[in-house]
């Protein structure tokens, strides 16, 4: 019991160095590319990026000619954008399952999530934007009774 403290000063110099953040580390394959898959509703992307032109091939195709509105092209560059990174990457996916608009989520969470991995550094300006987090709303299901997942079928007394 003789190691018990006296003083405050005593326990401030007991006090341990804080642990350090987590150190994130660059994953690379042998062509040099980083690889991440993207989700949103039901669409899976596989995105691989590597420095380049900033050239966009979506499933073999141009982004202009895949998503053809231009609100979708503008989601994909968002993470390159708010990174400053634009034109400094050739992006290739392929992106399957949903709509265009969930498969253009998919494609952006792809790229976000395999910035972090060519450019730990990025993910601080990346996961305040909120690229990183997978948006997980999904469309409800069908309930028996129902017309939908909740409207309801025309009510009628007689």
């Not at 003789?2 to 394959?29: E, G």
């Not at 982004?63 to 989601?75: H, I």
């Not at 498969?103 to 990346?126: C, M, N, W």
Request: positive net charge.
């Amino acid at each position: 019991m003789s190691d018990t403290m006296q003083s405050l000063d005593q326990l401030s110099a007991l006090k341990t160095a804080a642990p350090d953040s987590p150190k994130y580390v660059k994953k690379v394959d042998k062509q040099g590319r980083a690889y991440a898959t993207g989700k949103r509703k039901d669409a899976v992307a596989r995105v691989w990026i590597k420095p380049g032109a900033g050239k966009v091939i979506v499933n073999t195709r141009e982004v202009e000619v895949y998503f053809a509105r231009p609100v979708l092209r503008m989601m994909i560059q968002q993470p390159l954008v708010a990174a400053a990174r634009a034109g400094q990457y050739d992006v290739i996916c392929t992106v399957a399952g949903g709509g265009l608009s969930g498969q253009a989520g998919a494609v952006r969470h792809g790229i976000s999530k395999a910035l972090t991995y060519f450019e730990p550094d990025l993910r601080g300006v990346l996961k305040k934007g909120g690229f990183l987090t997978r948006d997980s709303r999904v469309v409800e299901r069908k309930k028996y009774g129902r017309a939908k997942a909740r409207k309801s079928f025309q009510f009628s007394k007689r």
